[in-house]
């Protein structure tokens, strides 16, 4: 009895606020406003709704609950569990539990993933319900595209490769082709051919090397070499020791009266001169750039000199020999090879290294001289016979490499 009066008294109050009856601690009647939604309901709690006087100056309100709204399942559509999907709340995470549907399942080709030859593919299966997904197996696979090229098998032949995996077709295999294929080097002392067709290399087999040829020519100064060329380019080279000896020869069928010539130089640079020709003072004899002097020798009565020269391109200790072998007609005349001969070796500044002299003889030959010759030094041979005499001869000149101690002269 006493709720229902309390009840009453509660209603009979709200209906008087609302009429604006209520009498306020200022003295007036509240006049209360419209209303205004202060907290939203939503679909699980109620909101509210605060009302406030318009009198100025009072700030009197009070407050109305606003029923929830309750569940819009209106929402989109989540799985439930891997067969279904249930439809959710638009407002909040509930799902309609009384609303359960079955997957609807298509296949999504752009993500397929095709078998091959050599691996299983997978298919993606899209529910058009809710976007769940699932993947399955593609386990049929294709069998090998034997176009892929030709691939060296063994040293006997190649066969034809699969185009999507490394697999081969041995019952394609047929003989490597190196007819006709260029010799490559192997960068040792071998070399091979590659298959035309598959490009695998064959057997190496030794290089073939060609004739020997000179390439630099042993001087007296300097190695030369040779060398060998194989087919497939690679060389190999020897090397020619430099010339321990070297010489210059003059012989009478070369030269006579007024003329001459070298016959045999080695790699060196000799020169040769005939002197017939008096000098301006008449005491000597000229070419013009060459001079001899009558009183260099014991007998200044003579009437042809041979000259023979040698510059030295580097430094060098050398031993110098040199020979003659005057000839002529002595069948006829006997006199011809019996002139009396003298012979200086000297340097082209006129020093005097050695005199020979020798008489009624047809054949000398010089004891080794041995001088330490500096690079530039020219080496001078000068030969004279005696008034009447012949001009033929053969005339040797010979340097050799000699171990490093000077003679007096």
């Given amino acids: 009895m006493k709720k229902f009066i309390a009840a009453i008294s509660a209603a009979a109050m709200l209906f008087g606020a609302v009429a604006g009856l209520t009498a306020c601690g200022g003295g007036h009647e509240h006049i209360w406003d419209g209303g205004e939604v202060t907290t939203a309901a939503t679909c ?5 709704k605060t009302f406030k006087c318009t009198v100025e100056g009072c700030g009197e309100s009070y407050t109305e609950p606003v029923a929830k709204t309750g569940h819009d399942f209106t929402g989109g559509w989540v799985e439930a569990d891997g067969a279904s999907h249930v439809q959710k709340c638009a407002n909040c995470t509930a799902v309609d539990s009384e609303n359960i549907q079955e997957h609807s399942f298509e296949e999504d080709i752009e993500q397929r993933v095709p078998a091959t030859c050599h ?6 299966l899209v529910c058009n319900g809710c976007g769940a997904q699932k993947t399955e197996e593609i386990t049929e696979r294709p069998g090998h595209d034997f176009t892929g090229g030709l691939v060296n098998v063994n040293a006997e032949g190649h066969a034809i490769k699969c185009a999507d995996c490394e697999e081969v077709d041995l019952e394609s295999i047929v003989p490597h082709n190196f007819e006709n294929q260029p010799l490559i080097s192997d960068g040792k002392e071998t070399h091979h051919r590659n298959c035309a067709d598959c490009g695998a290399p064959s057997e190496s087999v030794a290089h073939v090397w060609g004739e020997e040829v000179i390439v630099i020519e042993a001087t007296f100064y300097n190695d030369g070499k040779t060398e060998r060329v194989c087919a497939c380019g690679d060389k190999t080279e020897i090397v020619i020791p430099a010339l321990d000896s070297m010489h210059a020869s003059v012989d009478d069928a070369s030269w006579q009266f ?22 301006a003072d008449n005491d000597g004899y000229t070419n013009g750039t060459d001079e001899i002097k009558a009183d260099w020798f014991s007998n ?6 041979i000259i023979i020269t040698y510059t030295f391109e580097q430094d060098v200790t050398a031993s110098v020999v040199a020979s003659f072998k005057g000839v002529g007609d002595t069948a006829n005349n006997p006199e011809a090879a019996i002139s009396d001969y003298s012979l200086r070796i000297g340097l082209k500044d006129g020093t005097a ?21 500096k690079q530039g030094d020219t080496l001078v041979f000068i030969f004279k016979h005696e008034t009447d005499g012949w001009d033929q001869g053969n005339y040797i000149i010979t340097v050799n490499k000699a171990q490093p101690t000077v003679n007096a002269g």
């Fill in 44 to 48: 699980v709690s109620n909101g509210v």
């Fill in 119 to 124: 691996s299983d593919g997978s298919k993606t």
């Fill in 258 to 279: 007024g003329t001459g010539e070298i016959t045999n130089f080695d790699t060196c640079e000799y020169t040769f001169t005939q002197l017939t020709q008096k000098n």
């Fill in 300 to 305: 200044g009565s003579f009437d042809t000199v």
């Fill in 353 to 373: 290294l050695k005199d020979v002299a020798f008489k009624r003889g047809t054949q000398f030959k010089t004891e080794p001289y041995v001088k330490n010759f």
